[in-house]
């Protein structure tokens, strides 16, 4: 494997963080014909602008960044320039920061990338260049996979994180599609196969998110194929791996109470995990803690190797690399995936997907088997923080709360609330709480123009991460709230009700899935106010909410949050888990079981 025709291509050691790149410097070192330090000069410049303090929404800071970039690009196209073979991996990586930075002045990589044309290294450079933000260029992926497997998979890991802030522009959203499109089963698997594994949830695109994780699965698989699993299973153990059992966590707010349920049932309740550290994680409840050694996709399975337990329960897949690759190993008989990151592996080694009747009960949307619990598939922790009477507001601005990460900004979203807010004619604030990943790889400067072109009359209070009383209050301030469809969310809507927001939330039918089911049906326990059921109807109860304070006040006043904190399911959860862990083969047949209340 090689950028050009050189020795083959390895893995450098890590290099350290530069704040320092200079120009000059990166001048000095192309003079001095010397490209190992040209290499080491630009990525200094690129180091430089990830790790400046300044967040680049700013025009003049993102002109600064766009200037320092352009620069490094402008000695990294020129054809007297030859990348060290052994230096790839950096390049690569770079490849979001670089798409965002030009993004952020309305500019692309188009140009840098002809530039290249006819180099000995063109495929490699342009490999760099390219991301679902150019405009005018095409690269066929499966060509690129073709030639080089290793360098072209993790490209496409690394440039899915443009899609972090990207997702609200149709252009960027259009254009990963079209590189699934050409993915095939020459895609590696490597440490940062995740990035790919859990954005594709949010391009609206289930057979594309069927295809890449496919891929991915499919390729793990193949490398574990020589990977001796030993198990001996004991109905009365089993282990549970969550990689985010933290308190303030959405993953443990949604499904605590389902491990609480466990313990009667079972002797020994190992928690496996891999990314955090043991003391930072909540072990109160299990009898064992495995920290498994990992580095990357890599992990050392000999705490793995030789096990008793009858079922292995994932929180979620797709958050952390070592998630998705424990989740192709046979571990257990039985290996059950519930709603942390609510969506199915699409092909890996898992047997069930816990779902509940009250939300995604469509078999077509796993390859997983479905148990349906007796409620949502979910079960709440009640917040506990305090929820502050609002100051009074001089101004009769109407203010909406959206509480969704970057990535769940889509185009059709705001372009919906774009034709409800301005047909409702009343002065509106909408406040997006888009969290810290907008800022991933200096993307905030090219989110925020995203959002304000497609919300060109529309005043957009646009907040980063807060403390939770920060963020709770915040949300007391508004007049109601909206779910973010198609993806929406639980534990957002958890936080709109216990703030006393009354919500419009939408439901998709059957041609929904479990994320952009459990709003609805949240909002539905504790207000039986029939949730939106399409895009149309959507716009029309966000026009009525704006123009009607009485409806507002109506609904806020029967929220019944008693309702949503229900943890009745639990009992039902714990009942199958037993019954699997005892007899894998407890339910006949591969269709959906409806697992009655204990």
């Not at 798409?99 to 006819?118: C, E, L, P, S």
């Not at 698997?189 to 594709?200: D, G, M, Q, R």
């Not at 917040?383 to 609002?390: A, C, D, G, L, R």
């Not at 952009?516 to 326990?525: C, H, K, L, P």
Request: glycine share 6%; with cysteine.
């Amino acid at each position: 494997m090689k950028l050009s025709s050189g020795a083959p291509v390895v893995m450098a050691p890590p290099r350290a963080r530069s704040t320092t790149g200079g120009i000059k410097e990166l001048y000095a070192a192309f003079a001095s014909g010397n490209d190992r330090a040209t290499a080491e000069a630009i990525l200094a410049i690129f180091d430089s602008v990830k790790n400046d303090e300044r967040i680049g929404g700013e025009a003049h800071v993102r002109a600064d960044f766009a200037r320092k970039i352009d620069a490094a690009l402008s000695v990294f196209v020129d054809p007297a320039f030859t990348i060290p073979d052994d230096m790839w991996e950096p390049f690569i990586r770079a490849n979001p920061l670089i798409a965002n930075v030009m993004a952020g002045v309305g500019a692309t990589t188009d140009h840098r990338i002809r530039q290249v044309a006819g180099q000995a290294q063109e495929p490699f450079k342009s490999t760099v260049l390219f991301s679902p933000r150019n405009a005018d260029i095409e690269i066929d992926f499966g060509v690129m996979l073709d030639s080089n497997p290793l360098v072209s998979s993790e490209w496409l890991y690394w440039t899915a994180k443009t899609l972090y802030q990207g997702n609200a522009d149709k252009r960027v959203v259009d254009n990963f599609l079209k590189i699934i499109d050409q993915a095939n089963g020459n895609l590696v698997p490597t440490h940062v196969c995740h990035e790919a594994y859990f954005l594709c949830s949010y391009l609206g695109s289930i057979e594309h998110e069927r295809k890449i994780k496919g891929l991915i699965n499919a390729g793990i698989q193949r490398s574990a194929d020589d990977l001796v699993i030993r198990n001996n299973p004991n109905p009365r153990k089993i282990a549970f791996f969550a990689e985010h059992w933290l308190k303030g966590h959405s993953v443990y707010r949604s499904l605590a109470g389902y491990v609480r349920a466990l313990r009667p049932h079972f002797d020994e309740i190992t928690l496996i995990h891999a990314v955090r550290k043991t003391e930072d994680i909540i072990t109160e409840g299990f009898d064992k803690v495995i920290r498994l050694e990992a580095k990357g996709i890599q992990i050392n399975p000999e705490p793995l190797q030789d096990n008793e337990w009858s079922a292995l329960i994932f929180a979620e897949v797709g958050m952390t690399a070592p998630s998705v690759l424990l989740s192709n190993l046979r571990i257990a008989p039985v290996q059950i995936l519930l709603t942390g990151h609510p969506v199915s592996t699409f092909g890996g080694v898992m047997d069930w997907f816990v779902s509940g009747a009250e939300t995604d009960t469509n078999p077509n949307n796993y390859s997983e088997r479905l148990c349906l619990l007796p409620g949502m598939g979910a079960v709440h922790e009640r917040p506990t923080i305090e929820v502050k009477p609002p100051a009074q507001r001089e101004s009769d601005e109407v203010i909406i709360n959206a509480s969704c990460y970057s990535q769940k900004v889509n185009h059709d979203w705001l372009d919906a609330m774009r034709e409800a807010i301005e047909s409702a004619g009343k002065p509106v604030r909408l406040r997006l709480f888009a969290g810290a990943t907008m800022f991933d790889n200096k993307g905030v400067g090219v989110f925020v123009d995203t959002v304000q072109n497609a919300l060109p009359n529309v005043n957009v209070e646009l907040i980063q991460h807060l403390e939770y009383q920060a963020y709770i209050d915040k949300l007391a301030e508004g007049d109601f709230a909206v779910d973010c469809w198609p993806w929406g969310g639980s534990n957002v809507m958890s936080d709109y009700l216990h703030a006393g927001n009354p919500v419009v939330a939408t439901h998709f039918g059957e041609s929904g899935r479990w994320f952009n089911q459990i709003g609805a049906a949240m909002v539905y326990r504790c207000d039986p106010f029939q949730p939106a059921q399409n895009k149309a109807e959507f716009i029309e109860y966000v026009r009525q909410f704006i123009l009607n304070p009485s409806m507002r006040e109506f609904c806020k006043k029967r929220l019944r949050l008693d309702r949503v904190y229900d943890h009745t399911e639990a009992a039902a959860f714990a009942q199958f888990v037993r019954n699997v862990a005892t007899d894998p083969g407890h339910y006949a047949g591969d269709g959906p079981v409806e697992v009655g209340n204990v």
